[in-house]
Nanobody
């Protein structure tokens, strides 16, 4: 299984910012579609943002205008810049790597984001 490594979670006050990172092997990263999911206590997992290998992005309605997903194919990494954070954004955030041509999905271990004063 391909190892997907996440980092950047932590505690931040409402209105603050946080940047999540996710790294994957270079042999497969450049051809993969990357996604960020999140799951809050008592709620179902939801799609936060996605980015294709060519850079096309999509966002969930709850984060549009506040979050930005990007990728660096040189560093084999995907990022989620989270601005204007709200307590409702508190969740475990997961990096998802989808190799479309192989119909294969890999998941990171998750990183906790807590928005609280």
């Amino acid at each position: 299984q391909v190892q997907v490594v996440e980092s950047g979670g932590g505690l931040v006050q409402p209105g603050g910012s946080l940047r999540l990172s996710c790294a994957a092997p270079g042999s497969i990263f450049s051809i993969a579609r990357m996604r960020w999911y999140r799951q809050a206590p008592g709620k179902e997992r939801e799609l936060v943002a996605s980015i294709t290998s060519s850079g096309t992005t999509m966002y969930g309605d709850s984060v549009k205008g506040r979050f930005t997903i990007s990728r660096d194919n040189t560093k084999n990494a995907v990022y989620l810049q989270m601005n204007s954070l709200k307590p409702e954004d508190t969740a475990v955030y997961y990096c998802n790597l989808w190799v479309v041509t192989m119909a294969t999905v890999y998941w990171g271990q998750g990183t906790q984001v807590t928005v609280s004063s």
